[in-house]
């Protein structure tokens, strides 16, 4: 029974936490299919390869937003026609880099920018790296859905805005569902895995970043809180353990994962998975 409660709790504490941050990112969504034609996104996205990996992964400083609610910013720029070698690196870095998540963890680790720094640009590494093997390896959207979404924009706001929210709302349960699916997960591997068992092997500086790495997608952390975590175990893990698991969390977590297959081929999703695992654990070595 004391596990049933605990679970609930867990549960129950994820989705007040994320809830919020998905309903931001399902409305900016609606505000992108409503306000933002293909044209501007076009003239947003630079020409050269290489500068638009780069652009796409610092943009996402200006967005305060969690990695529940990029998932389906990401999903509406890709099918407005943002080259997907752009989108992913801005949809890894925005959970990361945003100012919100730079001062939790500017606050979280005794007011030092040491952390900061290290998570700001080990962020940045791995997304204009994806971005990188994203831009040689694959090519069209991956939406699950293979569709352009160019639509004839409305000319009034009132048009606009009612657009907007019949997007939000279609895109809220369109997506709830995964965070609910996600989150319940999350609770269960968090009551039944328990830390202890992890910390225990995480000797030595390889099984360091696998431990803590592992830890951030069982934990499902929102980002703007999962650093006052990671300093709760500085006694524990080294540095280098500690910075893959704040730039391996928002990037993928149970959460977003079941997001990431609703919105994208799950073979590319699989692809995306492997990339992101294999640059923040190789990266963490190199810390």
């Not at 020409?47 to 996402?60: D, E, F, P, S």
């Not at 790495?213 to 353990?241: G, K, N, R, W, Y």
């Not at 999703?269 to 070595?285: E, Q």
Request: with cysteine; glycine share 6%; net charge positive.
């Amino acid at each position: 029974m004391n596990t049933f409660l605990q679970l609930n709790t867990i549960f129950i504490s994820i989705l007040i936490e994320s809830l919020p941050f998905v309903v931001l990112g399902v409305f900016v969504s609606g505000v992108i299919q409503m306000f933002v034609s293909e044209e501007t996104v076009q003239r947003w996205v630079p020409k050269n390869r290489g500068l638009a990996i780069v652009y796409a992964a610092l943009i996402g400083v200006l967005f305060p937003s969690c990695e529940c609610s990029i998932v389906p910013i990401t999903r509406r720029l890709v099918a407005k026609g943002v080259p997907l070698y752009a989108a992913v690196p801005f949809m890894l870095t925005a959970p990361v880099i945003n100012p919100v998540v730079l001062f939790s963890t500017y606050i979280a680790f005794g007011s030092s920018w040491t952390m900061v720094l290290y998570r700001a640009l080990f962020a940045c590494a791995v997304a204009v790296a994806i971005g990188t093997v994203i831009a040689i390896r694959h090519e069209g959207s991956e939406l699950r859905h293979e569709r352009r979404e160019i639509s004839m924009m409305p000319r009034t706001w009132k048009e606009k805005m009612v657009g907007t929210l019949r997007h939000t709302i279609d895109e809220f349960f369109a997506t709830g569902k995964y965070l609910i699916i996600g989150a319940f997960i999350a609770s269960a591997m968090q009551t039944y895995v328990k830390t202890s068992a992890l910390v225990s092997i995480g000797n030595g500086k390889v099984a360091a970043s696998l431990v803590m790495m592992a830890l951030a997608f069982v934990l499902s952390l929102c980002s703007e809180a999962d650093a006052f975590i990671a300093s709760s175990f500085q006694s524990t893990f080294p540095f280098h353990a500690l910075a893959a698991f704040l730039v391996y969390g928002p990037m993928l977590d149970v959460k977003n994962t079941l997001m990431l297959f609703q919105s994208f081929r799950a073979r590319f999703v699989w692809k995306l998975i492997s990339y992101i695992t294999l640059f923040v654990f190789v990266g963490s070595l190199l810390i």
